[in-house]
């Protein structure tokens, strides 16, 4: 596989920064807690263990296979 550069473009930026915007503001912070404690589990101990992908493989189909689906981010209290 060769390595190819990609370039978004000023426009292709401008809707990911929308988008990300869109999604924080919009999806509980609660909806991507497992994938931050993955993330800070790697970054300590330097690798991912079976359950920790396991746990990744089932946060992955429980909330994208139908089974639920991201909850709205409630007002602020």
Known sequence: ???Q???LGSDGWQRLIAARDVYTRTVSVHYDE???QLAQRAQTDGCLGKAD???LVLSEHWCCGSVC???P?????
């Not at 981010?73 to 209290?77: I, R, S, T, V």
């Open 1 to 3: 596989m060769t390595e």
């Open 69 to 71: 689906a991201p909850t």
């Open 34 to 36: 497992v994938l931050y």
């Open 5 to 7: 550069g990609f370039d």
């Open 73 to 77: 981010a409630g007002p602020a209290p």
């Open 53 to 55: 992908i396991g746990a």
